[in-house]
């Protein structure tokens, strides 16, 4: 019995072999071609990593240097290389060195400002955090111009359920108190003192905003100017 069942197992043996021989000999092309597929695909894929490492170092690099130029009072040498930045970095340095941009530009000219970061916005491939951050930034810039209008439009959306949603109410409140609007100012006020994420320094200072409101306008009474004394009686 015990020969019998070695015969079979010797027998299962040289079956499988000449299997295995029969697979080789048909697709020993394709094996080989796809073990130096995968060989390639590892030796690509750590050639892009290491490409990708240097690239950020390099752009990280220029970042820092462009903004040395800006402490250093070189404004025009740095937006060229805020621009270079943006159209050769990778995405993450593009983006900084949009926002970057964006700043210095609104420095020296408000409404420009504004419109740079209006282009971020626009740009629907961002997440939609930054792109928040970006509409913020160009609502606080056009706050106080003649037509506030749109400025508080987009802060009024930005209140709505934004991550900026705190900065964007405060805002919202100060320029209701701004125009007199004591009773809009408490509501956009009411709603960072209800908030439970409102940040802890933020509270302080609605501390401030709700005596103002509470207080309410400030009327200034005219004095009545007193009657003018009697002249001296003329002694001869």
Known sequence: MAENNEFFREVNEDYRRDQVAQ??????????????????????????QNAQRVAAETASERFDAANRLVR???????????????????????????FRSAAETAKRDPAAGAKAYDAIAADTGLMGGLRDLARLR???LRVDAADPAPALASLQGLAAGSPFRHTAREMLGLAALKRGQYEEAGRWFDQLTTD????????????????????????????KPEPAAPPPPITR
Do not use: C, H
């Open 23 to 48: 697979i080789w000999r048909r697709y020993s092309g394709v094996i080989i071609a796809l073990a130096i597929l995968m060989v390639a695909g590892v030796g690509g894929w750590r050639y892009w």
């Open 72 to 98: 250093e009072g070189k404004t025009d040498e740095a937006e060229k290389a805020f621009t270079t930045l943006e159209a050769e970095g990778p995405a993450g340095y593009r983006l900084l060195a949009q």
């Open 138 to 140: 160009a609502a606080l």
């Open 196 to 223: 439970p994420e409102t940040p802890q320094n933020l509270r302080q200072r609605i501390e401030v905003y709700a005596a103002l409101v509470a207080g309410g306008p400030v009327t200034v009474t005219e004095a």
